[in-house]
């Protein structure tokens, strides 16, 4: 049971469980906005919830369990990574596999269960979170795979609530690919040696620092940008108006934490910040709805 307990401990931190909170509020407004106006959403909403978290679940773990096996031989070459489960020895390539086989068939049975469509785009679903991981072999742009890997979610927790996609949702879906690569670029400069280095690709490997820094800032201007598109979609209230302007805020404030010459508060902006504008957003647009 103590070896379990160890391992299970150790599955929890390869996989970063704690940065769920990433995309979950994404796809909890997305389920928010789907279920507003359907006339038995307080009958359907509680089980769809249910096993939209369980999907999301799956799916990010999966996804996180393939990167470091698919990422083990490169992590330990990395003085960053080589801490990490698989090089330092704490759980095998073949455990790490079955890990997330058996996540993915959690992500699958959850899909099935909201309705035909999640369940027929599964594949679809995996091959992203699975592919992200090899684009920094082969292009520059991989933050933008690991972006659209969490820009899905709002777009699946649609297509969960309500069986079909509404092609407004897909604005969010693309202002968190967004997002979440402008935030990966600032991260990929902490590995700057080591990716030319190893041959891999990243934006801060094929530009520099500063014009990777300088690249992260505009994704993240036209996230804001398409924030705004987004709350004129859905016809947002105050709430939401005020909710978009705190994001920019916040954004602003987390580009300050760092600069070409001073990563060393990169962490509290990566971590801490996305965290809390991810959630702040959810927030507003809740309170936005409820005030309707």
């Not at 990563?263 to 991810?278: D, E, H, Q, S, Y």
């Amino acid at each position: 049971m103590q070896s379990l307990w160890a391992r299970t401990r150790t599955t929890l931190e390869m996989i970063k469980w704690e940065h769920s909170i990433f995309a979950l509020p994404f796809a909890l407004t997305a389920v928010l906005l789907a279920a507003d106006g359907l006339p038995d959403w307080r009958l359907v909403l509680p089980a769809k919830l249910a096993w939209i978290l369980v999907a999301m679940v799956g799916a990010r773990s999966s996804a996180m369990a393939f990167n470091r096996w698919a990422d083990a031989e490169l992590d330990a070459a990395n003085p960053r990574t080589k801490s990490r489960a698989i090089p330092a020895g704490l759980l095998t390539r073949n455990f790490v596999l079955g890990f997330t086989l058996l996540m993915a068939a959690v992500f699958i049975a959850a899909a099935a269960e909201l309705n035909r469509l999640t369940l027929y785009l599964t594949p679809l679903v995996l091959a992203v979170l699975w592919g992200y991981s090899y684009l920094k072999r082969v292009t520059r742009w991989s933050h933008l795979g690991l972006g659209l890997a969490l820009g899905l979610a709002p777009s699946a927790a649609w297509i969960a609530v309500r069986g079909s996609l509404d092609a407004r949702i897909l604005v969010l879906t693309a202002a968190v690919t967004l997002w979440a690569g402008g935030f990966d670029v600032l991260y990929a400069c902490q590995d700057f040696e080591h990716d030319r280095a190893a041959g891999l690709h990243s934006l801060p490997q094929a530009v520099g620092i500063p014009a990777a820094f300088w690249t992260a800032r505009a994704m993240h201007l036209l996230m804001l940008g398409l924030l705004v598109w987004f709350g004129g979609l859905f016809h947002f209230h105050a709430f939401g108006w005020m909710g978009i302007g705190v994001v920019g805020l916040l954004l602003a404030y987390e580009h300050s934490l760092v600069s070409p010459r001073d990563l060393r508060r990169l962490n509290a902006a990566f971590f801490t910040m996305n965290g809390v504008i991810a959630m702040v957003f959810l927030a507003f647009v809740a309170s936005d709805l409820w005030l309707r």
